[in-house]
């Protein structure tokens, strides 16, 4: 794609090629993998219920 092709599109549409093209150059080393991998989990709203009743019952034998 060239640069007017590029100017050309929709912002939106700018947008998500860009965060794509972000994301795929984090995935191209494991560190950057290790990156993506944080920030999902420090995006997630919702609890792992699962982890959260492991973490309870370690203790309990």
Sequence with gaps: MNFNDVLNLPYSLYLLYR?????????????GREFLKTLWRLNQTKADLKAIREHQNKGVK
Aim: net charge negative; glycine share 0%.
């Design 19 to 31: 965060k794509e093209s972000w994301v795929d150059s984090w995935n191209r080393t494991e560190e």
